[in-house]
């Protein structure tokens, strides 16, 4: 486990092999081998772990890092559980570049397992190459999260691209035993941010009960700083303390902010994990 806490003011930077995250109450900014992250993750209160898990790792090679957000249903050790189940597949397959058999494979273990009988959950995976800026990644059910190109100055939805597809695919995790799990590719270039959320974001409510939605959404992402990844987290954040006024959270709340960074040479180091 990393010894740095989880409200760290200085970056963590992960470096071979290192995984890091869990579902517990979290503030603080990484950098991962061509990234520089914010992490912030707010369990409903009074709980200091949630139904959000979330992870950051490294491969071995110390080059392509992934990045997963995940919205399990239920709460206490069953969510805590599942957190395990997704460090353990992450671990197992942090050398493959190729994440669509993790998906499933996490897929079908909450089906096979008894502790997990009825449980299912939404999932956003990333794997990044901090050589080339190259990105891949698997939506499993989830929000979609959001894209900022620096050159063009405009905010986009990072969908899958699979028009073809005439199977069942993509389904949250743990519905049907063997259900396949596509991947898309794109390419950051310098500047860009990608912000992964939970729901608990973009179905926060108001004091009327209205909820924010994605429109709402969107157009608080036109007035985010764009300079750091914490900057524009943080004023998220506000923006949605903000929306909902003196209306208390009525969910887990987990934002997760991407920023392409020169890539730094890899020392070797043992194995860290949570």
């Known amino acids: 486990m990393s010894s740095r806490p989880l409200n760290s ?65 239920g709460h206490g050790d069953v969510v805590s559980a599942a957190a395990m189940r997704l460090r353990d597949a992450l671990r197992e397959h942090s050398d493959d570049w190729d994440q669509t058999l993790l998906i499933q494979k996490l897929s079908d273990t909450f089906l096979n397992t008894k502790q997990s009988a009825g449980q299912y959950a939404t999932a956003f995976v990333i794997g990044y190459s901090g050589s080339s800026g190259e990105l891949v990644f698997t939506n499993a059910g989830h929000p979609l999260p959001v894209w900022y190109r620096a050159a063009t100055q405009q905010w986009l939805l990072i969908e899958d691209q699979t028009p073809w597809s005439k199977s069942i695919t993509n389904l949250p995790l ?38 924010l939605g994605m429109n709402g959404l969107v157009e608080i992402l036109k007035t985010l700083p764009v300079s750091s990844p914490a900057e524009a987290g943080r004023a998220l954040i506000a923006s949605i303390e903000k929306y909902r006024g003196s209306a208390p959270a009525q969910d887990d709340e987990t934002v997760i902010v991407l920023r392409r960074s020169a890539m730094r040479p890899a020392p070797v180091s043992g194995q860290a994990s949570v």
């Open 9 to 73: 003011i200085e970056p963590d930077r992960l470096y071979c092999r290192e995984l890091r995250g869990g579902n517990q109450r979290a503030n603080y900014s990484a950098e991962l081998p061509g990234l520089e992250c914010w992490v912030s993750c707010r369990p409903l209160r009074p709980s200091t772990k949630g139904g959000d898990v979330y992870y950051l790792s490294v491969c071995s090679q110390g080059s392509i890092s992934r990045i997963t957000l995940a919205d399990v249903a």
């Open 174 to 211: 743990g519905l049907i035993v063997g259900t396949p799990y596509t991947q898309t590719g794109l390419e950051l270039a310098e500047g860009d941010l990608v912000i992964l959320y939970t729901d608990g974001i973009s179905e926060a409510e108001g004091v009327s009960g209205t909820q």
